[in-house]
């Protein structure tokens, strides 16, 4: 059983269309949250951390939550320029906090 | 400043062979991780090093080394490829060894196993 589930897999909006990305993990222990944003052919680029439950984290367009079991990652009003895939790793506490990444939702943005 | 830099970008190898790839973090990052990322099973931690000795290790055969060096660069290397280890290899710097969890991630060496 996967520690990070990401969905939708992928994800088709309009120009405008505001949604939102789930990311559910099973740690016993939560110290960390991290999305991602990884372009093809390109290395993750770090957008956010979040560590504890209620917690929201902004940018741009771009909006992260955090619950005990899941974070969203809320899209609003999004651009073209927003279409990459979005990942979400988990840091569990204790141990050697190797973050454990999910397999990511394909977000693509049409104008 | 200059981020993650990792070469070669590209490779194409044949079964049996071995391959190095390196990896120059960002100056005054002493963290390094490697991650092996493919479409089905997503991004794999390998293993991270940190002032020259390796930290941490993921669920990965003996195949599959690293070292560090005292500026921090890094190398990975695999021995007797498999068409299985065609992945795209990325690297990624930190500050601290696996604290924060924020990781600045090269491009990444896409290894092609023939």
């Known amino acids: 059983e996967d520690q990070v589930t990401q969905s939708p897999e992928a994800l088709r909006l309009q120009e405008g269309e505001s949604s939102s990305l789930n990311c559910s993990y099973t740690v016993s222990g939560l110290r960390g949250l991290f999305w991602y944003r990884q372009d093809p052919g390109k290395g993750p680029e770090f957008l956010f951390t979040?560590?504890?439950a209620g917690e929201e984290k902004e940018k741009e367009r771009l909006k992260a939550t955090l619950t005990k079991k899941e974070s969203f990652l809320h899209i609003t009003a999004p651009k073209p320029e927003d279409s990459a895939t979005y990942l979400c790793?988990?840091?569990?506490?204790?141990?050697?906090?190797?973050?454990?990444f999910g397999r990511g939702t394909s977000l693509i943005v049409h104008p | 400043k200059a981020g993650v830099t990792q070469t070669p970008r590209y490779l194409i190898k044949t079964r049996g062979q071995q391959v190095t790839l390196s990896c120059s973090p960002i100056s005054g990052h002493r963290s390094v991780s490697w991650y092996q990322q493919t479409p089905g099973q997503g991004l794999q931690f390998l293993f991270e090093y940190f002032s020259e000795t390796q930290r941490n290790k993921g669920n990965f055969p003996g195949r599959f080394s690293g070292r560090q060096f005292s500026n921090s660069r890094s190398e990975m290397n695999v021995s007797t490829l498999e068409l299985g280890d065609s992945a795209l290899y990325l690297c990624a710097s930190s500050l601290k060894v696996s604290g924060t969890g924020e990781l600045f991630f090269g491009e990444g060496s896409r290894l092609t196993v023939l």
């Open positions: 790793a988990v840091q569990e506490s204790g141990g050697s906090y190797i973050p454990t």
């Open positions: 979040l560590y504890s």
